[in-house]
């Protein structure tokens, strides 16, 4: 029966890992130990530089004394409060926070502990808003393939990428999928590309098809991101919007990965200039020193659930235990004040065009097949080499025995680094993925 475990130490097996390849990481263990800035350091010393932020989480650099001191005393003076019918002022205070970021309207913020919580938590949003103003039959949703939106039911039923699906069948029915916008004439095209947005029309089909007024909500990530950075071809995502407002739809954006200045402004609405009406966001918000996620909703849709509520009853039955958390709020208020004292989203826009142009130098090495980035988001693509996804693990494992750490999705390199990334740290960012891709 199956193959035989390797020989591992003991100790590791306990530890179930999240979308790793257990067998084989057990084997050659990859692990590090402390982090500062830029750089990850392993438990023997080895320095490696942060491409990929963590996982898009660490936008100020790590370990940011602010706000390990800001959860050390948070915890200290109040560790834990119910969320349910109990509160703190950090909560509220974070909240107003967060709205001053957000695009304009979208001032009423839900918290959650993750992106995946956030996503299903604006699935449930989108149907109850149309349940209390009589449009119970709005029960399907829309999302596009090659999408990541985390890896809850509900997410995942939206989510298009086959390896997050194919296991899980039955409870994904109800969402239709629009084509992908990774176009052959887009390829290497820097930041958005032209062309595309009539893919947008898809949505029009599906209303067509299955009834616009049957349609609860279309979920997009602004620009892709785990499946390795698809920035919206130019006028897309003002398409989406229109059809959406032509039949009542709810139009989401998942922010979570392109939020708090990974596209080069505040979040992945103002930079391509499209207000959705709920925007869901995690990571970045905390710098990933505490778990947290956020919906942030038109008040238009508070307004709506909160008044068909009863007068002195719950409105909305939805939540988590640890929901606005006070040791993630107090994280976040940190994370807050180094946005506001560091202006760190412009510091990010500011480095964005010296980021695209040294990553699309890659172009010239054979293996690099396509180059797509936005913001201080990159993907690099090698060729697939026999099994697809085999080139682009083998290249992050080398990379980071090269001492550079990043994400892969497939054969797509992701390169994210924190915004506070310096002109040295790109050079040797680009200098190692030059040198691992071309001994590939
Ligand atoms: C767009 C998007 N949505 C949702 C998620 C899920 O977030 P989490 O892993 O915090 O649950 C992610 C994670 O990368 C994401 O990129």
Redesign the pocket.
């Known amino acids: 029966m199956g193959h035989a475990e390797p020989q591992v130490a003991t100790a590791l097996q306990p530890y179930w890992m999240p979308f790793s390849p257990n067998k084989e990481f057990k084997a050659e263990p990859k692990m590090f130990s402390r982090a500062k800035g830029m750089y990850f350091y392993t438990p023997e010393g080895k320095e490696v530089i942060d491409a990929s932020a963590g996982?898009?989480c660490v936008a100020a650099g790590h370990c940011r004394e602010e706000i390990a001191r800001a959860v050390y005393e948070q915890l200290q003076t109040l560790d834990f409060t119910a969320p349910f019918l109990r509160a703190h002022p950090k909560a509220f205070e974070l909240a107003e926070r967060v709205t001053q970021y957000t695009p304009a309207g979208l001032n009423r913020v839900f918290f959650t502990n993750?992106?995946?919580?956030?996503?299903d938590t604006a699935m449930k949003m989108a149907l109850a808003y149309h349940r209390v103003k009589g449009q119970a039959q709005r029960q399907l949703f829309v999302a596009r393939e090659r999408a990541?939106?985390?890896?809850n039911m509900g997410?995942v039923a939206l989510a298009g990428m086959v390896n997050n699906r194919r296991a899980f069948g039955p409870g994904l029915a109800g969402v239709y999928h629009m084509r992908h916008t990774a176009l052959p004439e887009n390829r290497f095209a820097k930041g958005q590309p032209d062309h595309g947005a009539d893919l947008a029309d898809d949505l029009q089909r599906f209303c067509t098809l299955y009834g616009g007024e049957n349609i609860a909500a279309v979920f997009v990530?602004p620009a892709a991101?785990?499946f390795g950075c698809l920035p919206p071809p130019k006028g897309y995502l003002n398409r989406l919007r229109q059809i959406c407002d032509q039949h009542g739809i709810l139009l989401v954006f998942?922010e979570?990965?392109t939020g708090w200045g990974r596209m080069g402004a505040n979040f992945g609405a103002q930079a391509f200039g499209v207000t959705p009406d709920l925007l869901?966001m995690?990571?970045a918000i905390t710098n990933g020193a505490q778990p947290m996620?956020a919906v942030a909703a038109k008040q238009e849709i508070y307004d709506t659930i909160t008044n068909a509520g009863p007068a002195k009853g719950v409105e909305f039955f939805h939540g988590y235990t640890y929901s606005a958390h006070p040791a993630s709020c107090a994280a976040g208020l940190a994370m807050m004040d180094i946005f506001a004292n560091e202006r760190l989203i412009e510091r990010g826009a500011a480095m964005s065009p010296k980021f695209i142009d040294a990553i699309h130098a890659l172009r010239e090495l054979p293996i690099v097949t396509d180059i797509r980035s936005i913001g201080m988001m990159a993907a690099v693509d090698v060729a697939v080499d026999g099994t697809p996804g085999a080139r682009g693990h083998e290249a992050q494992k080398r990379l980071y025995d090269a001492g550079l750490n990043l994400k892969s999705t497939g054969d797509a390199l992701i390169i994210a680094p924190p915004l506070v990334m310096e002109d040295k740290h790109l050079d040797e960012i680009v200098a190692k993925l030059r040198k691992v891709l071309s001994g590939l």
Request: avoid cysteine; aromatic fraction near 8%.
């Open positions: 996982l898009f993750s992106g995946s919580e956030s996503v990541y939106h985390g890896v997410g990530e991101g785990s998942d979570v990965i869901t995690a990571k996620g």
